[in-house]
């Protein structure tokens, strides 16, 4: 596990580094997130074929991958997160996985993987920043791109726990194909946060591929 040692460049960052980021590890855990992660990963992965590395930006503690980690049991996986806990935590349970624990805005992608992915992470990137993480993104995937995160067809800003300038919901995947004309649509979905089954939180997910 790695640490940049970087200062962060916006108030998100410091935001989710911090202890509000150390809150939110204790409300998002174990066997309901890992079942419905699973059923939802299970569908996206059957749209691709020849997934043997895995790039999360942004893992927390691992539910996605820990997920993945299941339906490819073969598939390298290296993780990107902010949160010093989560690191450790992400740590324990994926020892096998590389975890650096690094700023998305600042990190130098140098790693190439099949498959670079976004869940719920983007609705709380500064707007400003878009640009930079929709581009690392890119550099990092040889094929596919997965963005999963509340959407909006318009830009809007959303009071989280009572604080402002926290979330934000807009057409992410959109705007990736806008900037990186190398990808396309593979295929797309909604999980709503009231499936009897495998909910999740109102997530609208998109599948890109890479055209060169």
């Not at 190439?112 to 890119?138: C, E, F, M, S």
Request: aromatic share 12%.
């Amino acid at each position: 596990m790695s640490d940049s040692g970087k200062q962060f460049t916006t108030p998100q960052e410091e935001f989710w580094s911090g202890s509000f980021g150390d809150d939110y590890i204790g409300r998002n855990t174990e066997e309901g997130f890992l079942a419905s992660n699973t059923a939802l990963f299970a569908k996206i992965l059957s749209r691709t074929h020849g997934i043997k590395s895995v790039m999360e930006f942004g893992s927390n503690i691992g539910l996605n991958l820990r997920a993945i980690k299941t339906l490819l049991p073969n598939a390298s996986q290296t993780a990107i997160e902010i949160n010093a806990m989560a690191c450790k935590k992400l740590q324990e349970k994926l020892p096998k996985t590389k975890i650096l624990n690094e700023s998305i805005l600042n990190i130098e992608i140098e790693q190439k993987v099949d498959l670079a992915l976004i869940k719920g992470v983007l609705i709380h990137i500064n707007p400003d920043a878009l640009q930079t993480v929709y581009q690392k993104l890119a550099q990092a995937a040889t094929r596919y791109v997965l963005i999963a995160e509340y959407y909006n067809p318009s830009p809007v800003t959303i009071n989280y726990r009572g604080h402002e300038d926290r979330l934000f919901k807009r057409d992410f995947a959109g705007e990736f194909m806008d900037y990186q004309r190398h990808f396309q649509l593979v295929d797309y979905g909604f999980v709503w946060h009231k499936d009897p089954n495998f909910p999740q939180d109102d997530t609208t997910w998109f599948l890109m591929e890479r055209t060169k």
